[in-house]
């Protein structure tokens, strides 16, 4: 199979998952659940890249494992705290459903298919080292893959210090762990996955393409659906707690100033 017809067919793919979730989101009117098919649709194009792909094995299974590992462990993380509340859709959801009133419904289906479109757009790195065909492993790859672990090991970490703060203190403001110093930790080492994810691609033809991702998680993070969306909805439904909590710590780099 050709480099063009396995990105088609990855995007079909992520194309028909979206459509599906979509019909089940507006089924149960809880747009939320997108949030677990985002993650789960990176391990798909992992193992449609280890059937297709003719790259060089072991680096094709490093990469692909590496995404493997990392979108079912997040995934699962938001299935489960997701489907502990599928009555009642996560407050972001809620806002954009406002806001798209009448048409809520429609413009949520473009949504999910733009969601699905950019899990391919971010898989450049994926698809540029499954297709390497060149069998010594360099420096980039190694570093990238240690990068990977801790990254990783510290975004599971901050998802468990938050899931294990709100059972025993629902309603107030998680600042205890990696969330004293970062108010988006899980969101920082999120983005460090990236970058590995990029720096392992640079051991590859065309790799410095790979830097494409990090750069959109990273603005996605800042600018649109990440820091923005989940802070205005903590103001809303925290509100002073959550501003005096926004004075003492950093946005989103852990130990970084916090602005006064």
């Given at each position: 199979m050709?480099?063009?017809?396995?990105?088609l067919l990855?995007?079909?793919v992520c194309a028909m998952i979206m459509a599906m979730v979509w019909g089940w989101a507006r089924a149960i009117n809880n747009a939320s659940v997108v949030d677990i098919f985002w993650s789960y649709n990176f391990p798909v194009i992992g193992i449609l890249l280890l059937l297709l792909a003719d790259g060089y094995t072991l680096r094709k299974y490093m990469i692909c494992g590496m995404v493997i590992i990392a979108g079912i462990r997040l995934g699962t993380h938001l299935l489960i705290r997701i489907s502990h509340?599928?009555?009642?859709?996560?407050?972001?959801?809620?806002?954009?459903?406002?806001?798209?009133?009448?048409?809520?419904?429609?413009?949520?289906?473009?949504?999910?298919q733009f969601q699905g479109l950019s899990n391919v757009l971010l898989s450049i790195p994926f698809i540029i080292c499954a297709l390497n065909k060149e069998s010594a492993l360099g420096i980039a790859?190694?570093?990238?893959?240690?990068?990977?672990?801790m990254s990783v090991a510290g975004e599971?970490?901050?998802?468990?210090q938050l899931h294990t703060f709100k059972i025993k203190n629902k309603g107030l403001v998680c600042n205890t762990?990696?969330?004293?110093?970062s108010r988006h930790?899980?969101?920082?080492?999120?983005?460090?996955?990236?970058?590995?994810?990029?720096?392992?691609?640079?051991?590859?033809?065309?790799?410095?393409?790979?830097?494409?991702?990090?750069?959109?998680?990273?603005?996605?993070?800042?600018?649109?659906?990440?820091?923005?969306?989940?802070?205005?909805?903590?103001?809303?439904?925290?509100?002073?707690a959550y501003k005096a909590y926004q004075r003492s710590t950093s946005a989103f780099i852990p130990w970084f100033p916090a602005r006064q």
């Open positions: 050709d480099n063009l017809t396995i990105v990855l995007i079909m509340h599928l009555a009642i859709e996560d407050g972001r959801y809620q806002q954009l459903r406002k806001e798209w009133a009448p048409h809520a419904d429609r413009k949520f289906f473009w949504f999910f790859e190694y570093t990238g893959i240690i990068l990977w672990f599971a970490i901050a998802d468990r762990g990696l969330w004293r110093y930790p899980n969101y920082f080492f999120e983005w460090m996955m990236w970058v590995s994810y990029s720096i392992f691609a640079l051991g590859s033809p065309y790799g410095y393409l790979g830097v494409i991702s990090p750069l959109i998680i990273l603005y996605l993070l800042l600018k649109v659906t990440g820091i923005p969306a989940t802070e205005e909805q903590s103001l809303r439904s925290k509100g002073e």
